[in-house]
């Protein structure tokens, strides 16, 4: 995330600084501390450059629609859930109150309306659980599974809670109990159930996010669910999405030896932005780490790195880093926040594709050739 300072920005957006003041306090603009000199602000690049896009009048048809796919506009209509006034929505139902009781199979349910809670037992276990195994377990049923186009809904289910039922097989515990649970144990720490049980609800649907959309365009062309659920894992794989957590491991130990206002001053000094702070979406803070957070005893180095990272970038811990803070607290293995966040957001996965198998519509973008012209001998 890159940041500019106030002459930067005056300069793009070609107002004066009361202008740019106005835009920051109406949250059209974010602004944060100068880690260099406090008593100056920086301001965040793409709010400047999306302002300053906006005030040179109306633009090219072309350059809306490329902007829709990078944090634009909604791109597709959904009723599933929603990011609105800070609060995230579950059919209408706000993610942080469901998380104080819910399951993952009741928000399948919710997600899904489906009749009943969903059941994702399974007495399946993998030889080497791990991302591999979820993999290659999504994989074959990818290739074996009907095609989602023209099946009845109460099918489509039935596919729906076996394909995160091979999830949760290749990744938690055997067992009928729920996934939470059976994660606890496959850890070696069943004190640690009810923070995961929370971070599944508040991780499993999150709009159209990266690896949803790459889920929804692969049901849009009628293919199973599981091949659903296996193009959001791809997606999920990369280290702007579902890995992001896994950029704070350097800070971390960072701030174990040197302290974690010495860590992140270092790491702002440098020009870096500090991984798991901030969302685009939650301009006054992720809810989903405030509920996660709230959920256990945060360790002290983390509870350090939360009031030091505010103050220094003025930006609130996210997800990401919610997931971190658990794995601290409850000495989880590294990879525990992939594996959670994966088995989550299966649930929202196939929420989409059952959304998107309704319209029967096939999700084709157009390209906008830029490359060489045609040589007309």
Request: charged letters at 20%; glycine letters at 8%; proline letters at 6%.
């Amino acid at each position: 995330m890159n940041w500019l300072t106030a002459e930067e920005a005056l300069v793009r957006l070609g107002t004066k600084p009361q202008t740019l003041y106005a835009n920051v306090s109406r949250g059209r603009i974010t602004a944060r501390p100068d880690p260099g000199d406090p008593r100056k602000s920086l301001y965040r690049q793409d709010d400047v450059e999306r302002m300053a896009s906006r005030q040179q009048g109306r633009r090219p048809a072309r350059t809306v629609a490329a902007e829709t796919i990078a944090w634009g506009e909604p791109v597709l209509e959904t009723s599933i859930a929603t990011v609105a006034d800070g609060r995230l929505l579950y059919r209408g139902q706000d993610a942080s109150s469901l998380a104080e009781t819910a399951t993952l199979g009741a928000i399948a349910r919710l997600l899904w309306n489906a009749g009943a809670e969903v059941d994702f037992a399974g007495r399946a276990r993998a030889l080497a659980p791990g991302m591999a195994a979820a993999y290659r377990a999504v994989a074959e049923l990818a290739v074996t599974d009907m095609p989602s186009a023209g099946r009845n809904r109460t099918v489509l289910l039935t596919d729906a809670a076996r394909a995160v039922s091979f999830l949760t097989g290749a990744l938690a515990a055997p067992g009928t109990d729920p996934v939470h649970e059976r994660l606890a144990r496959q850890w070696g720490h069943p004190e640690a159930a009810d923070a995961i049980r929370r971070a599944l609800v508040l991780l499993a649907e999150h709009e159209l996010n990266a690896s949803t959309f790459a889920a929804r365009v692969t049901a849009s062309t009628g293919a199973p669910l599981s091949a659903a659920v296996l193009a959001g894992l791809a997606a999920l794989s990369g280290p702007l999405h579902g890995t992001a957590s896994q950029s704070m491991a350097g800070l971390v130990d960072r701030a174990r030896a040197q302290g974690a206002e010495a860590a992140i001053r270092e790491q702002l000094r440098q020009g870096n932005a500090l991984p798991c702070f901030g969302h685009r979406l939650y301009p006054e803070g992720d809810v989903r780490a405030k509920a996660l957070l709230a959920a256990f005893e945060v360790p002290e180095l983390f509870g350090n790195m939360v009031e030091a990272g505010e103050r220094l970038s003025g930006e609130k811990p996210n997800v990401d880093f919610a997931l971190c803070a658990l794995t601290e607290a409850f000495a989880l293995p590294a990879e525990a926040p992939l594996h959670i966040f994966a088995l989550a957001r299966s649930v929202g996965w196939i929420a989409h594709a059952l959304e998107q198998i309704e319209t029967g519509a096939l999700i084709r973008p157009r390209a906008r050739y830029t490359g060489p012209e045609a040589r007309i001998s």
